[in-house]
């Protein structure tokens, strides 16, 4: 397959999860730069193309398959891969600083995830251009052609869009799920190809200055908060740290994640990966269940954008149900109780309804 | 070893309430204090700092930075330095790495250690633009960090979200570090004694010999064009559980809400 050639180009700084696969981000961010090359296209007359980057891990790189951000609007795909490499940060932002100076994008985006949030601002710095962190919201202001980066800021109560007028590459970190994975156009052209590397680069491969030891995954219920579709969360209206038994009778019953407030991990009732908040994750899922939380600017920085928001608490002037679409007052250990057992005999009953369908077929 | 300790001002967001109309921060009676996560990066050099080791605490802000930075010599901490000037003003997060890479070179770190990031700018982009302006490793997300025997090198444990990475790192190095690493002491009597028997030095872009047009504003390359104000309050449906009838309404419409995804 022949190379794609582009003068003007949006490019993706993509990652493979510890399983080895892309991570749904990849696609979601190559279809926003598609629709961002798309725009800049129109406005410029000029064709842009869209690149992903991977520096995948050697040991598992083989897993990935990088032709697979194509459907959703990569045109080429650069990969390199080197034992333990995204582990390396330096490393990987040296290689995108590297292909960047010659390949001349006017935009460079990544996932707001660790590797991309610390690669990100690495590469950044030294090409000493803009970045903006985090952001909900891209476009291409028409009569500038310019990147507008929105981004929440101070505690998510306000939404900040922000500029890099004079410096190139413009560059910004996306948080995940922004904007959704896009439907895939089967059959698009992509060419994945391993791009040359300077000697120096790649001898700083082998002999860096950073050694993994050793990477140790979380078991599967531990698995990242930001993925969950509903979200129980506990603070210390739980009272005791046990409380976080009943909360996880309810997030089982519901295939939900366990969140947290940050007064209680800080009691260390629960670790900090639950810890939602602006000092922890900022999650955005379909239901999030507020239990004995008060709601502190902090907290509700995490969670406001959850697509409903219900809670519990003792306090009715508790902050929480200001952000709330149900707000039940009253103390959570009368409460949850009756919900698990509502929610347990409508599970029975669809479960009965389900066997019931199944035999008459 | 000499560890570096970057630390910020920010306002005190657990006294902050909101505006439930606008959306926004009242800020008013809200004092400064340290970032919360820069407290846990010093308590993390406390207690791998060992005899002739120096700790120095290096921020950016304005002179009432003075009062809140104090904290860190209370903890525990050899110096503060603290560069003041007008020409910051309006940093962005690159403006005020490259002036923190200054103060840096100024007083040699071997170590360089920061909280993931601030509770008010929330970008984290401080820690690792300034281990690329000086051409060192960066470790984020940082939750166990010791010293590897006698050698020039740290291993961290980062809790990324698939798991725990550990790694070993050639100093000099950056690491920026999570609540989970430690938990910081309240300072003493003695500690604010010694807090208050001690000034923070100041320094300025002219100290620093930085020409004011690679500082502040003027040396940013993003801009913030336009700031909206979404308005986050949703008519909540109340019910008070005290009254049963109330309660059972309130639970069927929560199982209602959930139907729709997770039952």
Avoid at chain 1, 22 to 48: C, N, Q
Avoid at chain 1, 306 to 323: C, G, H, T, W, Y
Avoid at chain 2, 86 to 115: H, N, Q, Y
Wanted: charged share 25%.
């Amino acid at each position: 397959m022949s190379q794609p050639k582009f003068v003007d180009e949006v490019w993706v700084l993509g990652e493979a999860g510890a399983d080895g696969t892309l991570i749904p981000a990849v696609f979601e961010l190559s279809g926003r730069a598609r629709e961002l090359a798309d725009a800049l296209a129109s406005s410029t007359g000029r064709p842009h193309g869209v690149t992903v980057l991977l520096t995948l891990d050697g040991r598992t790189a083989d897993r990935a398959d990088p032709g697979e951000a194509g459907p959703y609007g990569a045109d080429r795909v650069w990969v390199v891969s080197a034992e333990f490499l995204p582990f390396d940060r330096a490393a990987c932002a040296k290689i995108l600083v590297h292909l960047a100076k010659a390949g001349r994008p006017q935009i460079i985006l990544a996932p707001a995830t660790a590797f991309g949030r610390s690669v990100m601002p690495y590469a950044a710095a030294l090409l000493g251009t803009g970045l903006t962190a985090d952001c909900t919201g891209l476009s291409i202001e028409r009569e500038s052609g310019l990147l507008l980066q929105t981004r929440p800021a101070t505690g998510g109560n306000i939404m900040a869009t922000i500029k890099t007028p004079d410096h190139r590459p413009q560059m910004a970190t996306v948080r995940p799920k922004a904007f959704g994975v896009p439907k895939p156009t089967p059959g698009r052209n992509v060419s994945v190809v391993t791009p040359d590397l300077p000697e120096y680069l790649k001898e700083n491969l082998q002999k860096g200055t950073v050694r993994t030891v050793k990477f140790s995954r979380f078991a599967e219920d531990e698995g990242t908060l930001q993925d969950r579709e509903v979200i129980v969360s506990g603070g210390k209206g739980l009272r005791r740290p046990e409380g976080f038994e009943l909360l996880s009778k309810l997030s089982s019953l519901l295939g939900a994640g366990i969140g947290a407030s940050r007064p209680v991990v800080e009691m260390k009732w629960i670790g900090y990966p639950h810890q939602v908040g602006l000092s922890g994750c900022i999650v955005s899922p379909r239901v999030y269940i507020a239990l004995g939380i008060s709601g502190a600017v902090q907290h509700l920085a995490g969670m406001q954008t959850a697509e409903k928001i219900v809670s519990v608490n003792r306090d009715p002037e508790a902050q929480i149900f200001s952000v709330s679409d149900v707000a039940i007052c009253g103390d959570l250990y009368e409460v949850l109780p009756k919900l698990i057992e509502k929610i347990e005999s409508r599970k029975l009953e669809s479960g009965k309804l389900e066997s019931a369908k199944r035999s008459r077929t | 070893m000499r560890i570096a300790v970057l630390m910020k001002q920010v306002p005190d967001t657990d006294e902050v309430k909101m505006d439930p109309e606008r959306g926004t921060m009242i800020r008013d009676g809200a004092g400064g204090i340290v970032d919360p996560l820069d407290l846990n990066a010093l308590e993390a050099a406390m207690q791998i700092r060992k005899d002739g080791d120096t700790v120095t605490i290096l921020s950016m802000g304005p002179p009432q930075a003075e009062e809140s930075l104090r904290e860190g010599l209370s903890l525990g901490a050899d110096r503060v330095v603290l560069a003041t000037d007008r020409a910051f003003a309006g940093s962005d997060t690159w403006a005020t790495s490259k002036v923190l890479v200054a103060m840096l070179e100024k007083i040699g770190a071997d170590l360089i250690l920061a909280g993931e990031k601030s509770t008010d700018g929330e970008t984290g982009q401080v820690g690792p633009e300034v281990a690329a302006l000086l051409g060192i490793p960066i470790e984020t997300r940082v939750t166990r960090l010791e010293r590897v025997g006698d050698e020039p090198a740290i291993e961290v444990d980062c809790t990324l979200e698939e798991g725990i990475l550990t790694q070993r790192v050639q100093l000099p190095c950056v690491a920026t570090v999570l609540s989970d690493i430690n938990v910081p002491p309240l300072s003493t009597l003695a500690g604010k004694k010694r807090a208050y028997s001690q000034e923070p030095e100041v320094v300025t872009a002219e100290s620093l010999s930085l020409d004011p047009g690679e500082v502040g504003l003027e040396a940013s390359p993003t801009r913030v064009v336009r700031i909206d104000r979404p308005k986050i309050t949703r008519a909540a449906e109340k019910f008070l559980a005290k009254h049963d009838e109330e309660l059972e309404a309130g639970l069927n419409r929560i199982v209602e809400i959930l139907s729709d995804c997770a039952l």
